[in-house]
């Protein structure tokens, strides 16, 4: 699978006993929960939701056939009027960072999710590969809330 660990970066909570790690999917380096746990600043141990990524559910199968799909047509979207991106629900937000890079400054990717620790980790994931000009993070709480 193309999702690896990359060097090691110091987990952004800064404590020692964190379990976060820097993986690489696809180009891009994102910053999620240890496989033994979540770190210090993890979502709440009982969104139910949540597996190992600490983000929610990741499906690996699913989350390349969609980057193959966006990086191959970025340019035809683009070239249809298509000017605005939004991913819902978007976790490590791996989609939407992969149709930013790809589509460069012509479309703009809006990231969103509810949990404010997400969003942080979106925005990290963000400005660490250099999309801030193309991706914007939002909150968008859905659900029986």
Known sequence: MACRAAASTPPAGGGSG????????????????????PSSHSVADADASKDSTGVGLLWEGATTLLCDYLEQNATWLVDQGTDRALELGAGAG????????????????????????????????VSRNGLARQCTIDALPWGDE
């Open 94 to 125: 791996i989609a939407g960072m992969v149709l930013a890079r790809a589509a460069s400054v012509k479309l703009k990717v809006t990231l969103t999710d509810y949990h404010p620790v997400v969003l942080d980790g979106l925005s990290t994931a």
């Open 18 to 37: 964190s379990s976060s790690r820097i993986v690489s999917f696809r180009g891009l380096d994102v910053e999620l929960d240890g496989p033994e746990g």
